[in-house]
């Protein structure tokens, strides 16, 4: 009965976990983007790499840095569960308001979970109002990250990115 119970016990604990963290294990490392591979409906970066690591209390860390076509350097970075709450995120603009003068940042993300270990979806916000949305995923073999930008162009039309990267480390 003892067995039983902690053979049960042990299941519930991998099968439970693997839902909370979602697509957390593969998303872990370091991507680079594929200007070929993605989609852009106006000019694409001149560098993109984003990181992600897990903190010691299961938090997704997720930092992107990125230079944009015109060669201005920026960075994005949330701290988040794949949970479906928004947690606060940064910009380079945002983070020296807040380091300035402790102003909170308007802009918000959140990671939801879905069926699929690799996959995720995501919500952007500022001031509470959506600003981007997608999905992200991870390939089988796990050497791809990809994900969607959706969003509305000036003139209110729908709008979709893709962007697709390359594992360059772990």
Not at 53 to 65: C, F, K, M, P
Not at 91 to 109: C, D, F, I, M, Q
Not at 140 to 155: M, P, R, Y
Request: hydrophobic share 40%; aromatic share 10%; proline share 6%.
């Amino acid at each position: 009965m003892k067995i039983a119970t902690l053979v049960i016990t042990g299941l519930l604990i991998a099968f439970g976990s693997g839902v909370s963290h979602a697509q957390v294990p593969a998303v872990l490392g370091t991507w680079k983007l594929n200007v070929e591979a993605s989609k852009f409906p106006g000019p694409a970066p001149q560098t993109h790499v984003r990181s992600y690591r897990l903190s010691d209390d299961g938090v997704l860390i997720g930092v992107a840095v990125i230079v944009d076509s015109q060669g201005r350097p920026s960075f994005l970075q949330f701290a988040a569960r794949v949970d479906g709450k928004d947690y606060p995120e940064f910009n380079t603009e945002s983070a020296a308001k807040y380091l300035s003068a402790g102003t909170v940042p308007p802009r918000t993300y959140a990671e939801i979970p879905t069926g699929d270990p690799l996959k995720v979806k995501w919500v952007d916000k500022v001031g509470g109002k959506l600003l981007f949305s997608g999905e992200k995923w991870v390939s089988i073999d796990g050497k791809k990250l990809s994900f969607t930008v959706d969003t509305k162009n000036e003139q209110g039309k729908d709008v979709q990115y893709l962007y697709v990267f390359d594992r360059t480390g772990t």
